[in-house]
């Protein structure tokens, strides 16, 4: 059968390999996918065909066995009328629906056979069709992420981005600058601070000088001086 031997070439092919050597392994990959898809139905429809003829045939297998029990009892009375010719002619018409019963077993057996080896194909081609939508999502995700990193390198490599961090590299230059500016500025202010400290320390200490001393003054000399 074409369908057979369709199929049969589908399954032996090794997916993996073949997309990892094909040039556009996404486009393969759907393509496949198709393919597989389309034989997996035509297999399935093939199946349901032979189900139904499997069924007319066991119908007509049964009808067979009707007429063989008919023309046997038919038989059984023209010898039991003492018509043996008339028996003999029954029991050609028996030999006949074996005969032909016969047929329509060894059709069915091959049936059956066939049956059999559609529906290893079919999970076979669902096993495959699974193991494809796997790579073909990983495959999708490796573009992604590909075409990701190669838009952040040629953003990183553009000129504009070199101008930017050379401009913000000098802004914090700038800033820098400015804050050693300002730490210098209060450093500035805290050594005149400590000054006026000091100095007004020091007028505190004069007055508290001049006090003691005209105290010391105010005091009576006292007596055998």
Not at 36 to 47: F, G, I, K, W, Y
Not at 68 to 93: G, V
Not at 133 to 149: I, M, N, P, Y
């Amino acid at each position: 059968m074409a369908l057979i031997n369709r199929i049969e070439d589908l399954i032996k092919s090794e997916v993996n390999a073949f997309l990892d050597k094909a040039e556009d392994p996404r486009k393969l990959a759907a393509q496949l996918l198709i393919e597989l898809n389309d034989a997996l139905s035509e297999c399935r429809s093939t199946a349901a065909t032979i189900i139904c003829e499997q069924k007319a045939l066991s119908r007509r297998t049964s009808e067979h066995d009707k007429q063989i029990e008919l023309w046997q009892q038919k038989a059984e009375h023209a010898l039991s009328k003492d018509r043996e010719d008339l028996a003999k002619a029954a029991l050609s018409e028996k030999q006949k629906f074996i005969d032909n019963r016969e047929k329509l077993q060894e059709q069915l057996a091959s049936l059956d056979e066939t049956l059999i080896k559609l529906k290893d194909d079919a999970d076979k081609l669902a096993s495959k069709i699974q193991v494809l939508k796997a790579k073909q999502l990983q495959l999708e995700r490796a573009q992604r992420s590909c075409s990701a990193r190669i838009k952040v390198q040629q953003t990183l490599r553009s000129d504009e981005v070199a101008n930017v961090l050379n401009r913000f590299e000098q802004l914090e230059s700038k800033v820098e600058r400015i804050e050693a500016q300002v730490e210098s500025y209060e450093l500035g202010q805290s050594s005149t601070a400590l000054q006026f400290a000091q100095f007004e320390r020091n007028e505190k200490v004069d007055v508290a000088l001049a006090q003691l001393k005209q105290q010391m003054q105010s005091k009576p000399a006292p007596a055998g001086a």
